[in-house]
């Protein structure tokens, strides 16, 4: 039996251990997302904003973390796209450019259209958060085993343990 004094030791020693965990955990998850699945040949990556979007905390009591994006294409990207129409509610038409070429905000050149209603297609979703993180899976777990297991030996040197 541990005594009060082993007892808080190993409290705090577990504590640091989960939020370890997090911290390390959440930056593993964040990473696969970027090198893997934002720069693949799908997504036709041009500037990196979608890699730089996306951020991840440790949640206040240390426990976990979250991870995700603020940008709303990225968002339907990862959940899919529904069929639906556009349609000119506080203009008479739409405007958009077809063609052309980039040059930061703007686009030279190009074939400018007007339309009251423009027909936005089906998109399959492409998803990179949630394959991130169950790529990552069986790695946090082994990670939180030996990270708590350490924290145990840490806190009680002289007790033999024994895992079964």
């Not at 705090?12 to 593993?28: F, H, M, T």
Request: hydrophobic fraction near 40%; glycine fraction near 8%.
């Amino acid at each position: 039996m541990a005594t009060l004094r082993e007892q808080n030791i190993l409290e705090r020693n577990i504590k640091k251990a989960i939020l370890e965990w997090a911290q390390r955990g959440r930056l593993r998850v964040v990473n696969r997302i970027r090198d893997v699945y934002l720069t693949t040949k799908a997504l036709r990556r041009r500037s990196g904003t979608a890699v730089r979007s996306v951020v991840s905390k440790v949640s206040p009591d240390g426990r976990g973390f979250t991870f995700g994006t603020n940008l709303i294409y990225l968002i339907a990207w990862e959940n899919g796209i529904r069929a639906h129409e556009v349609v000119a509610r506080n203009a008479q038409a739409l405007r958009f450019k077809i063609g052309g070429v980039s040059r930061g905000k703007k686009t030279i050149g190009g074939t400018v259209l007007y339309r009251k209603r423009v027909f936005i297609p089906a998109q399959a979703a492409r998803p990179s958060f949630g394959p991130a993180f169950e790529d990552e899976e069986p790695y946090l777990q082994d990670m939180a085993q030996r990270l708590i297991l350490q924290a145990i030996q840490q806190s009680l040197p002289d007790r033999k343990i024994i895992i079964s």
